[in-house]
């Protein structure tokens, strides 16, 4: 090989191992909600879909414009650094930085707002031809980013077993979940797997808490072992909070009233620290929400919105520490739109939110000032609880210059066994 070639790919490797970021989701701006991933149900789904198959992002714009808004699509390495080694014309067959053309005003709401619908493929992104790791991009007309989400491609060729088991650490055994792997492939050689397959494990379908870039344990035949005491263990948490507001008017499953102003005011029970009580089975979609209104035939333009009134019955925490409501229906985000504020009156933590329509999950959880999420403060850690877990697994071949996503693996705690 050429000298000149040579040292330039050896800088080039050297460039991109330093400069390259994890890049992480962009929040959206106050004026845009109800951001979805939605496949064969109305429930939003982490978004992993076989390559060929259709993804579809939906959003609400909150001001009545119509404006503009446009979309880029790009690929990442397994750990969300980007994929510098590809052109985007290698992943996709088409054009994207395109305006999204697909849009609806509400109707017969008190909240005024644009429901916006993106399918990949379409006329302009005719597919997407490599699996991996995807991120979308949402821009308005100044070309203002407004918000981002992942999402995956599964090209398929490996069998991924799952079991979940009671924590192998005594200390933990009524806290924590472990995840046990099995990965095999007939069509697949792996070669030199300590370096060339990555996985990546997901509970109840939040990529801010996945545990990343686990590595066989050891390999038997053509199975690869994920059999750990530590790696692969999760806190188990308590089973979600829930409300349905799918009848606006009139309180319903985890509503205390409702009150008519400019909009519906949606007042929920006041929940209380779980931390130390006896676990409770209480059946949830594991953090999810689904739009839906009773009265309607299209609930993506006819559910309206209301103010929901969060609240929470416990001591005032040290001045370190924040208390936040998390859940799927806001991307496990903690910001000042989740953040809750201590009422020394009422002792309670409160915090008031502008959602659409639904039956929600949520939950409440701490944040120290070293940025240290605590699932289990208020909530507390246990093993009954019933949790969701997905396995994605990563495989790039020696010489390969992306990484594949090449099976997908799920299985809940419900069955779970020591």
Do not use: C
């Not at 109840?204 to 990343?212: H, R, W």
Request: proline letters at 3%; zero cysteines; aromatic letters at 14%.
């Amino acid at each position: 090989m050429n000298k000149n070639l040579t040292l330039f790919l050896l800088i080039s490797s050297i460039y991109n191992i330093v400069f390259s970021q994890v890049e992480y989701e962009t929040a959206p701006p106050n004026h845009i909600s109800t951001i979805t991933f939605k496949g064969e149900t109305d429930i939003s789904i982490l978004p992993i879909i076989d390559l060929g198959n259709t993804v579809q992002l939906e959003f609400d714009v909150l001001n009545g414009n119509e404006d503009d808004y446009y979309y880029t699509i790009e690929h990442f390495n397994y750990d969300w650094t980007p994929s510098t080694n590809l052109m985007r014309s290698e992943y996709i067959d088409g054009f994207d930085k395109q305006r999204i053309v697909n849009y609806e005003n509400s109707f017969n709401t008190y909240q005024i707002y644009s429901h916006y619908v993106l399918s990949i493929p379409n006329e302009q992104v005719r597919r997407l031809k490599l699996s991996g790791n995807y991120m979308i991009k949402i821009f308005d007309e100044s070309d203002a980013l407004m918000f981002s989400r992942k999402f995956m491609i599964n090209e398929g060729g490996a069998n991924v077993g799952v079991t979940i088991k009671l924590s192998r650490d005594v200390k933990y055994f009524n806290e924590k979940h472990t995840v046990d792997l099995i990965i095999n492939s007939s069509t697949i050689e792996f070669n030199n797997p300590l370096q060339t397959v990555k996985t990546t494990i997901i509970q109840n379908n939040n990529l801010n808490t996945a545990i990343v870039n686990v590595k066989p344990m050891y390999t038997m035949g053509s199975d690869l072992i994920y059999k750990y005491n530590k790696e692969t263990t999760f806190w188990a948490g308590n089973e979600y909070l829930y409300f349905d507001n799918k009848e606006i008017r009139v309180a319903n499953s985890g509503i205390n009233f409702v009150d008519l102003q400019d909009l519906y005011n949606t007042y929920l029970y006041t929940n209380v620290v779980r931390k130390n009580l006896p676990y409770t089975y209480n059946p949830d979609i594991n953090g999810n929400f689904v739009i839906t209104n009773i009265d309607s035939t299209d609930p993506n333009i006819e559910a309206d919105y209301a103010w929901i009134n969060f609240s929470l019955k416990a001591d005032e925490l040290p001045i370190n520490k924040s208390v936040y409501v998390y859940g799927n229906f806001n991307n496990y985000t903690l910001n000042e739109r989740t953040k809750m504020t201590y009422n020394h009156e009422k002792g309670i933590y409160q915090n008031t939110m502008l959602l659409k329509q639904g039956f929600y999950n949520y939950k409440f959880v701490t944040q120290d000032e070293s940025g240290k999420i605590d699932d289990g403060e208020i909530s507390g850690n246990f093993y009954q609880t019933e949790n969701n877990y997905k396995v994605v697994v990563y495989y790039r071949d020696l010489g390969g210059r992306y990484d594949k996503i090449i099976g997908v693996g799920e299985a809940s705690s419900v069955n779970i066994s020591n």
